[in-house]
């Protein structure tokens, strides 16, 4: 079973730049998170998506959105892009039938200079 | 809103022991509580879950407990290896029972030789 992937791997913006990252969770799950995770901090709850809906978010400025496609696909997208977003950017797929437990992809990195 | 606690010093233990990493939460008790380890630059994996009313759960080396009084749970491994060396990060739902959960910071743990 192919595990969550994440695309691209490494992103360098320059700052007020966009940028759009992608993830496609495990076959069969149908919610997807997205956590921003900066050098030596933990992980910060930024999106939720199930049935392709947007069910919460976390303490982010609008310019974080995303999307949640039919296939479960799903999309972050960083507006304005500031120098504090350099970030590991995580994205995690849930199986509704699972006890809660997240897979997590690689993540991309992102720089913002 | 539900915080949690993790020793946020790097915790070195000699190979062949048991590693114990601490969980505390302040508010109210969750209905399950989770487990993940992380390597530096890479997503987290799930490890095990532990629900309110187990006192105990263990998956070969790793034992896990849940103490609702003192609002604490351990993780424990035994008969450490250096490759258990990574980052192990305590997660709990954000209300009493949800989809969203959130992170603790998480405790490295170093084995050493």
């Known amino acids: 079973e192919a595990g969550v992937t994440q695309s691209p791997t490494h992103l360098i913006k320059t700052r007020g730049q966009q940028a759009t990252l992608r993830c496609s969770p495990i076959s069969g799950h149908t919610s997807v998170y997205w956590y921003q995770q900066a050098l030596g901090l933990g992980l910060q709850f930024l999106l939720w998506y199930d049935e392709g809906e947007e069910r919460n978010r976390g303490n982010f400025p609008p310019r974080f959105s995303g999307r949640q496609f039919p296939n479960y696909s799903s999309e972050l997208n960083v507006n304005a892009l500031e120098l504090e977003d350099s970030a590991l950017y995580l994205c995690?797929?849930?199986?509704?039938?699972?006890?809660?437990?997240?897979?997590f992809g690689p993540g991309t990195r992102l720089t913002v200079t | 809103s539900q915080k949690i606690e993790q020793n946020s010093e790097a915790l070195n233990i000699q190979e062949g022991k048991t590693a114990t990493l601490t969980c505390n939460y302040t508010n109210y008790s969750p209905a399950y509580l989770q487990w993940y380890r992380q390597d530096p630059g890479r997503g987290p994996v799930f490890l095990l879950l532990?629900?309110?009313?187990?006192k105990e759960k263990r998956k070969e080396r790793l034992k896990v407990t849940f103490d609702t009084t003192l609002k604490q749970s351990l993780f424990h491994i035994t008969a450490s290896q250096p490759a258990d060396s990574a980052t192990y990060l305590c997660?709990?739902?954000?209300?009493?029972?949800?989809?969203?959960?959130?992170f603790g910071s998480g405790t490295r743990l170093s084995i050493r030789p």
């Open positions: 997660a709990l739902p954000l209300y009493s029972s949800a989809s969203k959960i959130i």
């Open positions: 995690a797929s849930r199986s509704r039938r699972s006890n809660y437990e997240q897979y």
């Open positions: 532990i629900r309110e009313n187990e």
